[in-house]
């Protein structure tokens, strides 16, 4: 049944009605104001996050999800985030999730082509887009564009989880101080990333030398993010690594959220941090902090 009328609205509330359908498909009322993005319904004939705030029903608070860059690894956001959540409160819980995912190809021109700029705005609209639906929270499910973080951080209200200033936590919190950095060749010669681990907490990062930053970047681009997991790109990489340790490195950072489908903690001998898993672990800690 669809709610026509306003439901528990107060005045200047966005709190209008909607149905409950199976699988999180929301339907929405066909008075819900032109040109706003509907509130994630909660079930019980109430809505439960609008733009403007409201009732919600639930112990982890909504977290918005940039992801699709690539869905390889979005989907391992999805899955540790829904797997701790269960984990944490028991029962049938999961994380509450509204999911944002583009179709790669279409970043990954950008990318290329260094419009970096009309990729920001591209992602801040779709930021915007999640809070008004309901988005407690935002998580960026990539690293290469964190390029464009502060773009994204400007453009809503909601905390904004960098995962960077996560991973300097997790580094910092083992009491290393020098790290080698792998990830897309962006993430590896530009400063967003590097410099931020570096300039605001204090980390010394190393990345490969050539011809190990051409060979980390197109093991991502022609394999990793179109499924591809090769044991002869594992071993490629681990020497990689080890030339890295050679030159003093004490871990390695995953920079790139596809290198973990292919390296894992128990294939190296120095401390691995999974940027992926890392900055979703980080993501409910938020999700649950004063639920």
Same mark, same amino acid.
């Given at each position: 049944?669809? *709610?026509?009328?306003? #439901?528990?609205?107060?005045?200047g509330d966005l709190g209008w009605g909607c149905e409950r359908a199976l699988m999180h498909d929301w339907r929405v009322a066909d008075t819900w104001p032109a040109g706003l993005l509907p509130p994630v319904c909660g079930g019980y004939g109430r809505c439960c996050v609008g733009a403007s705030g409201g009732w919600r029903d639930g112990a982890v608070k909504v977290i918005g999800l940039l992801g699709g860059m690539s869905w390889e690894s979005s989907i391992v956001y999805e899955q540790i985030l829904n797997e701790e959540a269960r984990r944490r409160l028991g029962g049938v819980h999961s994380a509450d999730l509204l999911i944002r995912s583009y179709d790669f190809a279409v970043v990954e021109r950008l990318q290329s082509a260094g419009e970096w700029e009309q990729a920001g705005r591209l992602l801040a609209d779709s930021a915007r887009a999640l809070e008004a639906a309901g988005a407690e929270l935002l998580v960026l499910c990539t690293n *290469?564009?964190?390029? #464009?973080?502060?773009?994204?951080a400007a453009a809503v209200a909601i905390p904004f989880l960098h995962i960077a200033d996560v991973t300097a936590a997790a580094i910092k919190a083992t009491g290393l101080a020098k790290v080698g950095l792998l990830g897309t060749r962006y993430t590896m010669e530009r400063d967003f990333y590097r410099g931020r681990l570096q300039a605001t907490h204090g980390l010394t990062v190393l990345v490969p030398d050539e011809p190990d930053r051409t060979l980390v970047h197109q093991i991502i681009y022609n394999e990793l993010v179109q499924g591809i997991?090769?044991?002869?790109s594992r071993t490629r990489y681990l020497e990689v690594i080890g030339r890295l340790q050679q030159r003093g490195a004490e871990g390695i950072v995953a920079g790139c959220t596809e290198i973990e489908l292919l390296i894992q903690a128990g294939d190296l001998s120095l401390p691995y941090f999974p940027t992926t898993r890392l900055h979703a672990l980080a993501a409910l800690d938020m999700a649950l902090a004063d639920s």
């Amino acid at each position: 049944m669809t *709610t026509t009328e306003p #439901v528990g609205a107060d005045e200047g509330d966005l709190g209008w009605g909607c149905e409950r359908a199976l699988m999180h498909d929301w339907r929405v009322a066909d008075t819900w104001p032109a040109g706003l993005l509907p509130p994630v319904c909660g079930g019980y004939g109430r809505c439960c996050v609008g733009a403007s705030g409201g009732w919600r029903d639930g112990a982890v608070k909504v977290i918005g999800l940039l992801g699709g860059m690539s869905w390889e690894s979005s989907i391992v956001y999805e899955q540790i985030l829904n797997e701790e959540a269960r984990r944490r409160l028991g029962g049938v819980h999961s994380a509450d999730l509204l999911i944002r995912s583009y179709d790669f190809a279409v970043v990954e021109r950008l990318q290329s082509a260094g419009e970096w700029e009309q990729a920001g705005r591209l992602l801040a609209d779709s930021a915007r887009a999640l809070e008004a639906a309901g988005a407690e929270l935002l998580v960026l499910c990539t690293n *290469t564009m964190h390029e #464009v973080a502060d773009m994204i951080a400007a453009a809503v209200a909601i905390p904004f989880l960098h995962i960077a200033d996560v991973t300097a936590a997790a580094i910092k919190a083992t009491g290393l101080a020098k790290v080698g950095l792998l990830g897309t060749r962006y993430t590896m010669e530009r400063d967003f990333y590097r410099g931020r681990l570096q300039a605001t907490h204090g980390l010394t990062v190393l990345v490969p030398d050539e011809p190990d930053r051409t060979l980390v970047h197109q093991i991502i681009y022609n394999e990793l993010v179109q499924g591809i997991v090769r044991d002869e790109s594992r071993t490629r990489y681990l020497e990689v690594i080890g030339r890295l340790q050679q030159r003093g490195a004490e871990g390695i950072v995953a920079g790139c959220t596809e290198i973990e489908l292919l390296i894992q903690a128990g294939d190296l001998s120095l401390p691995y941090f999974p940027t992926t898993r890392l900055h979703a672990l980080a993501a409910l800690d938020m999700a649950l902090a004063d639920s």
